[in-house]
């Protein structure tokens, strides 16, 4: 429950690996709408509308999720309609960046930009651009896919069917696999010792935790996907020329290694006119920042 100055009251949460199929998912989030507004001593009258941000593409004018790679059965999915149905009020849905990318602009790191772009880092990478102080979404509503761009002209297969994808190259899953093939070819790091020689439990979490003990091996990881994040980066600011970038999502947290090599690339190989005007920094509101967004829809 969040009001018009971006001040979060209540919440709920909800794994959507619990429930089998659609109709059990939407049973559970209208029960957790519910609930809030009972914390709240609000009824849905009370309320401009219901926000929603989701993790795949959206037709934000219908309403309609595509699909949602990681939830069985959301495939085709007219969420606006079946809750303005149930509740009787407005519901707006977009893609879970693009609501951050709004939070951030409205009341985080990106206050007072007419042009951004922001980014997460994490199981995947997703994005969201504010242009002339407006959320971008493009002509099919699915604008900001960073995680896609091409970082090589052949490579590794994409979950999205393509190869050589961003995304591949500096999601989670490839960070933890990069630093276990490294360390079985012998490279020295404290990695081993702090998770009892036992690979399975790194995570990116452990590796910036050995960073910032100065373990060389994991400053210079972050240091490479850093350089990648900088090279995509620099295309993204050559074509948009945006005053700030905001980066978030879990690896956000990897501090200023990962943070110094992207700059640095970004310096090295964006337009000089472009450089001097853009600011890279880390997003101010963390997880909450989709839950601020999606209530900025109705602002």
Known sequence: LVDKSGRLFHRAKLSTTDYDTKEALLKAISYKIKRILKKGHISSRDLKGIGIGVPGPVDFKRGLIYYLTNVPGWKNVRLKKILEARFKIPVLIDNDVNLMALGEHRFGAGRGARNLVCITLGTGVGGGIIIDGRLYRGSSSVAGEIGHMPLRETGQRCNCGSFGCFERYVSNSFIVGEIKRRIKAGEHTSIKRLV????????????????????????????????????????????????????????????????????????????????????????????????????????
């Open 196 to 299: 009892k020689d036992n690979l399975s439990l790194i995570t990116p979490e452990v590796i910036s935790y050995a960073s910032k003990r100065n373990d060389k091996l994991a400053i210079a990881l972050w240091q490479d996907i850093g350089k990648r994040v900088g090279i995509i980066l620099s295309g993204v600011i050559n074509l948009l020329n945006p005053e700030k970038i905001i980066i978030g999502g879990g690896l956000a947290n990897a501090g200023k290694f990962l943070f110094g090599a992207i700059r640095d690339t970004v310096n090295e190989r964006t337009l000089p006119i472009h450089k001097r005007t853009v600011k890279i920094t880390k997003a101010r509101l963390g997880a909450d920042a989709g839950i601020v967004g999606a209530a900025a829809l109705f602002l």
